[in-house]
């Protein structure tokens, strides 16, 4: 008999991406196929779902190359929450897609959090921050597209879409299903009332499934196309978040899962519906029956490093140069890693606040921003980057302990993304939070966990997890970990004390 794979296909924001993954858990190759973005107007973020089915298209054939057919047993999905497709009567689009990024509908997401209140929109949905999701993006068409508006007969997530045009089929998974503001936890259905304030028929939302369930099967004309076999089963996954939890390898009630990219998120797995009334985080249904997820973001991440590194090359904006700490020192303006380890716990009296997007997560203020304290003139660009470094690690800090206010410690961290090619950053993270700091050997975790859940629809047990799927760990430093207590505590007294004083400057600004 020849070997069992599955693909893992997660369909993200900027690209697609597909895995060849055999039973015991191993991305044998993967493939990525990038979309484009565009930006009509100031805020509009648009692609077009033909491009993400495009994307996955070839993604899939890169991968099964050369593969007996019949080898690949079933196909997982995985996608960016958020983003939507309208399709009309025939199945095609009727405007571009518009991504979770979009942020055209912000005085329509104003208009919704009034009306029904806060507290309504999070005990039902599990967040406030409807400025993100498809219900006000379609009450923002309703009022500016009249004509698109009534032409819509589907609306799809990007997997939905994309199982869709593999199986004929229109059906979203239900952790999915919570990041397009129509989604009841309470009821775990569409919400009708909900669907009325935007005056869309709740049929025009996919049907809903769980996650780890058939959706359905590849129909022969597509199968034909991807060089599969026909009637493959393609099996629903969930939000990317939730998926990199499953492929991490994140066990409920020990781990929090970090996620290292442009913005920075801990996830973490809770066994009952719980909902967080001050809002630091969303909490949605998780891929795994029976669970729920609390997912709490946090001011920027990565994105503060393509900022440092964008100011201290002299390159600015043009230079589109991608960042890979594990390369430090040998990018303009990044510094090695020797470098950064000269420089001790608290960047020789460096505090740097990484708000540059506003601070979100554990402490929520869209108008605050960034600032460093601390300079001297004997302050260099090495000092600065770790603060950081430094600042980014305090944030998760302050993010794990609104996670264990909220009910659920951590009691250790598994980190995956972009910051753990850094052979300095998972050890500043273990050493400001105290807790140890895992990496997975495998990085493609979303990917990896809609492949699992896809593994587990059609009956392929789950291997037991080997000691070579952890790459590295990372033990706090006892007398580090002390160093970082105090800079911490005065880290938070520097962001609720500078929060007037930014303010005003914000208003300053402003005003002229």
């Excluded at 912000?106 to 921050?129: C, M, N, V, Y």
């Excluded at 028929?201 to 099967?217: K, R, T, Y």
Aim: proline share 6%; hydrophobic share 40%.
């Amino acid at each position: 008999m020849s070997e069992q794979y599955v693909l893992g296909v997660d369909v993200g924001t900027s690209s697609a991406k597909v895995g060849l993954v055999t039973p015991e858990g191993t991305i044998l190759r993967i493939a990525s196929q990038p979309y484009p973005m565009s930006s009509p107007q100031p805020g509009w973020a648009e692609q077009s779902a033909e491009d993400w089915w495009t994307a996955v298209l070839h993604a899939i054939q890169e991968v099964v190359a050369g593969l007996d057919p019949a080898s690949v047993v079933a196909i997982g999905m995985s996608n960016a929450g958020g983003s939507m497709a309208l399709l009309d009567q025939d199945g095609k689009e009727v405007r571009p897609a518009m991504s979770w990024m979009d942020a055209r509908a912000s005085h329509q997401a104003e208009q919704l959090l009034a009306l029904k209140g806060r507290d309504f929109w999070i005990q039902r949905t599990g967040s406030p921050f409807l400025q993100f999701w498809p219900v006000t993006k379609l009450a923002w068409l309703r009022e500016n597209e009249p004509q698109v508006f009534a032409r819509i007969a589907s609306i799809l997530h990007p997997s939905d879409y994309v199982i869709f045009r593999l199986t004929g089929r229109k059906i979203t998974d239900r952790c999915t299903a919570c990041a397009t503001g129509f989604y009841d936890l309470q009821t775990g259905m569409w919400s009708q009332e909900i669907a009325s304030l935007v005056g869309i028929p709740v049929d025009l939302l996919p049907a809903l499934g769980h996650s780890g369930s058939i959706a359905g099967l590849l129909s022969e004309q597509t199968a034909a196309t991807l060089g599969l076999t026909p009637g493959t089963p393609i099996v629903l996954g969930a939000w990317d978040q939730a998926c990199a939890v499953i492929g991490a390898g994140a066990k409920s009630g020990q781990d929090t899962l970090l996620s290292t990219g442009t913005a920075w998120v801990l996830s973490h797995a809770m066994p009952t519906l719980h909902v967080d009334p001050l809002a630091r985080g969303i909490t949605v249904q998780h891929a795994r029956r029976g669970e729920y997820l609390f997912m709490l973001a946090m001011s920027n991440g990565g994105s503060i490093v393509e900022w440092y590194r964008r100011v201290f090359s002299g390159k600015g904006d043009s230079d589109e140069e991608e960042v890979d700490l594990a390369e430090s020192g040998k990018l303009s303006g990044i510094p090695s890693a020797i470098e950064i380890e000269r420089v001790p716990p608290g960047s020789d009296g460096l505090l740097f606040l990484p708000h540059f997007i506003g601070a979100v997560g554990a402490h929520p203020d869209l108008d605050y921003s960034g600032c460093i304290l601390g300079l001297r003139h004997g302050t260099g660009r090495v000092q600065i980057f770790r603060s950081i470094l430094e600042a980014i690690a305090y944030e998760t800090r302050w993010g794990l302990e609104a996670l264990s206010e909220f009910g659920y410690p951590a009691s250790r961290i598994r980190m995956i993304g972009g910051a753990t090619r850094s052979p300095i950053w998972p050890q500043i993270v273990a050493d400001v939070t105290g807790l140890e700091v895992i990496i997975p050997k495998q990085t493609e975790c979303a990917v990896l966990g809609a492949a699992k859940l896809a593994q587990g629809a059609i009956g392929i047990q789950e291997q037991p997890e080997p000691a070579a799927s952890i790459a590295r760990c990372y033990t706090p430093d006892a007398t580090n970990h002390s160093i970082y207590d105090q800079y911490y505590a005065l880290y938070r007294q520097i962001h609720i004390s500078l929060k007037d004083p930014i303010a005003r400057l914000r208003q300053l600004h402003s005003a002229h």
